[in-house]
């Protein structure tokens, strides 16, 4: 049995299976390390797989309006889930995702539908929420604070420039 938001998705042969990812990045570049960088832990996905009986081809129009359907931001709709499946995962709240697939059943008067549910607010979502916000701190050397050099006057870089002139006069006539 699955409810979406007090909506029964009535059917039979219903098959709920939970998956996450764990992201991870290999670090050892060319070398032969097992170093990995931690991503994070993605949100759980629900693939459900039922089928609906062509003689209740409105609950099949149901499930698709409730697929569809958007909030007033004009978002997909978030549902709150009752599912046992769900409900050991620690999945409360879910939004239709992917593929909403129907196909006629082998042998039998009915459809065969299949869809993905993506859980919204994960657990991990949330405690990365509550975590404060780390702020960039300002650094410094240690040692003496060290003033402004001026930028050179305009006099300057021409005397500069005469005395590299005489000296490359004075290496060649050397």
Do not use: H
Request: net charge negative; with cysteine; aromatic share 6%.
């Amino acid at each position: 049995m699955i409810f979406l938001n007090n909506n029964n998705l009535s059917g039979f042969n219903l098959t709920v299976r939970a998956n996450f990812r764990i992201e991870t990045k290999e670090l050892s570049g060319q070398t032969s390390s097992s170093t990995r960088s931690e991503e994070g832990i993605k949100p759980c996905t629900l693939s459900v797989s039922l089928q609906i009986p062509f003689d209740n081809s409105a609950d099949l129009t149901r499930l698709r309006e409730l697929a569809t359907a958007l909030d007033s931001a004009g978002n997909l709709q978030v549902y709150d889930i009752v599912n046992e499946t769900a409900a050991a995962m620690k999945v409360r709240q879910v939004t239709f995702m992917d593929n909403f697939t129907v196909s006629q059943a082998d042998n039998l008067k009915a459809w065969q539908v299949n869809f993905t549910l993506a859980e919204y607010l994960s657990i991990p979502e949330k405690t990365e929420q509550r975590q404060p916000q780390k702020t960039a701190s300002d650094q410094s050397a240690d040692g003496e604070t060290v003033g402004d050099v001026p930028p050179p006057t305009n006099q300057e870089e021409q005397q500069s420039l005469a005395i590299r002139i005489l000296q490359r006069l004075d290496d060649a006539l050397a």
